[in-house]
């Protein structure tokens, strides 16, 4: 893209800012809370283009600047000055137009949103939930180097360790933007602790990420949801929760369940639960924009298709693979303790990569 139509299209956004502006601060538009929360996100996006539109033209106009010195100056001090500038400034413009030609694709509308976290052992038997178990541990570790808040929702504990299932939802900033991409199935090639004798079994688990629900995204009427209560399951002994504060929530229209067994409290139970089938039912209508969006681009993210092998984390060799990239490090055990941020920003990379040919900027 030239420079100059680049920053015809800056521009253009300048008077859509402005208009913004203006919107958010009427009683009507404040009083309707989705389109309020709608326009304040784009107001929020618009503000990081327009910020990196006039670090864009500042650098543009100090380029320019140095080169009339280049061309009319003759004290070889300012020339040298000048030279200088541009050698710095020069080499960084095109990664700067990459940027700026990325925040004006539009991404997806979900990305700012909490997420809500499925972790199931697939096949494996012991060794898969083990698996589920440690994946589970990993996220925690990486969610805590974010910054975010994590909580469990429900959980069906292994018979030897680890999770035949584990639910949590995460909180903070542009949660759902960044663990989208786990979604999909994850295998492990390791020695199980079950083996004895020392050979290398192939297990699997799969791994959901919804994006969290607003309650003004999707309108569940009380009559469509079931409320069922029961008692927490729990290791034994002390733990188990005797009282009847355990919710399993059904939604008769879908046939979808949830339940909820982590607080002692049977509201809170219930307020995690509402918004995980909330979450659950608008992950149907998500899912037909994902699928739209991989119909026309290599997407990176899931389309929902929970056969679809992601990575594989080969034990014997320490190496961890992500096949929709093809890349490859060998970091296992700080991987697993939470080191994803690399891969993470790799399929980044390459959805962006994407995203700029399907918007031909």
């Known amino acids: 893209m030239a420079e100059n139509s680049l920053l015809e299209k800056l521009e253009g956004l300048k008077h859509k800012f402005d208009e913004i502006s203006t919107l958010i601060t009427d009683p009507s ?12 996100k784009e107001y929020r996006d618009l503000e990081k283009i327009l910020e990196a539109e006039k670090e864009y033209r500042t650098m ?64 494996g038997g012991d060794e898969a939930a083990i698996f589920a178990g440690d994946l589970y ?11 975010w808040k994590t909580s469990v929702t429900s959980f069906s504990e292994g018979t030897n360790g680890g999770y035949k299932e584990v639910v ?54 009380e009559s469509d949801v079931r ?32 339940q909820c067994q982590d607080e002692k409290s049977q509201h ?4 995690k639960a509402m918004t995980e089938l909330r979450s659950r039912i608008y992950a149907i209508e998500h899912q037909k924009y994902l699928d739209d969006i991989a119909g026309r681009r290599k997407t990176m993210v899931s389309t929902g298709d929970r056969s679809a092998k992601i990575r594989t984390y080969n034990y014997p060799q320490g190496r961890i693979t992500d096949h929709r990239i093809n890349f490859t490090i060998y970091n296992l055990s700080a991987f697993m303790d939470g080191d994803i941020q690399q891969v993470i920003d790799n399929l980044i990379i390459a959805e962006n990569s994407e995203r700029l040919k399907e918007s031909e900027l």
């Open 29 to 40: 538009v404040i009083g309707d809370q989705k389109r309020y929360v709608k326009l304040n």
């Open 60 to 123: 543009l106009g100090n380029i320019a600047e140095a080169k009339s010195i280049l061309d009319t100056e003759t004290d070889p001090e300012m020339r040298e000055m000048a030279k200088t500038e541009l050698e710095e400034l020069q080499p960084r413009l095109p990664q700067m137009e990459e940027d700026i030609k990325i925040l004006l694709v539009p991404a997806d509308p979900e990305d700012g949103k909490n997420a809500i976290v499925e972790i199931r052992g697939g096949t």
């Open 137 to 147: 541990r990993m996220y925690q570790k990486y969610c805590e180097t974010k910054g």
């Open 168 to 221: 949590f939802e995460v909180n903070g900033e542009n949660v759902y933007g960044t663990m989208k991409y786990e979604s999909g199935v994850h295998r492990v090639q390791r020695v199980p602790q079950t083996e004895t004798q020392g050979r290398v079994h192939t297990s699997a688990a799969t791994v959901a990420v919804l994006p969290e629900a607003d309650e003004f995204d999707i309108e569940l009427k």
């Open 227 to 258: 409320v069922d209560t029961f008692c927490s399951s729990g290791a034994g002994g002390q733990s188990v929760n005797t009282t009847y504060s355990a919710i399993r929530l059904v939604h008769v229209p879908t046939g979808i369940t949830v």
């Open 268 to 271: 809170k139970n219930k307020a």
